[in-house]
């Protein structure tokens, strides 16, 4: 294990999925996780940009496994409430809602859900959008209100305009 090189070596995959290039960015990437260090907290970062490349390139379930690795990584090195672990669930959470199982990301994104967290409001959008997919506007706008309050200042100027957010990203994301 070298984290160093993992680092260095996620950060030029990274560079390359940003100019489109998936292909040579998916070669970086499988060159860092040979280094990657299980136990070290960047190791949730490496697995989650490792997923957006795979997804990049069509590669669905290899995605879904680096998202399980980066939630599994974030479980492992830090506190199941901290931001990392709720980005985490997020991302993993996101996904089964991209592949349409609406109700593992559901299952993903609870414990979230029922922490305190500067980043509850993340798992609250999701579970929004979840919800307006699942035809239960009830539980998705309760949600939205949630996110209106936890939410940082300002990010929504009104909760008008949040619903139209997550019905939105909710059409652009399906």
């Known amino acids: 294990m070298n984290e160093k090189k993992a680092l ?3 950060k030029e995959g990274f560079e390359l999925y940003k100019q489109e290039k998936y ?3 998916e070669e970086i990437y499988s060159q860092a996780m040979k280094h ?4 070290h907290l960047s190791t949730t970062d490496i697995h989650a ?3 957006l490349v795979l997804h990049a390139l069509n590669k669905k379930e290899e995605a879904l496994e680096q998202y399980k690795l980066a939630l599994n990584s974030a479980l492992k090195s830090d506190e199941p409430n901290s931001v990392t672990v709720t980005y985490a669930r ?3 959470a996101d996904y089964y809602r991209i592949l349409g199982n609406l109700k593992e990301g559901l299952k993903i994104i609870k414990p979230s859900l029922e922490t305190e967290c500067e980043s509850k409001w993340l798992a609250c959008f999701l579970a929004a959008q979840i919800h307006y997919k699942l035809g239960n506007e009830e ?3 309760e949600f939205a209100s949630q996110v209106m309050f936890l939410a940082p200042k300002g990010k929504y100027k009104s909760l008008k305009e949040l619903k139209n957010i997550i019905r939105s990203n ?3 994301n399906s």
Do not use: K, M
């Open 170 to 172: 909710y059409v652009e």
């Open 49 to 51: 940009q490792y997923a």
């Open 36 to 39: 990657i260090n299980p136990d």
């Open 90 to 92: 997020f991302c993993l």
């Open 23 to 25: 292909f040579e960015a």
């Open 8 to 10: 260095v070596l996620a």
């Open 139 to 141: 539980a998705s706008n």
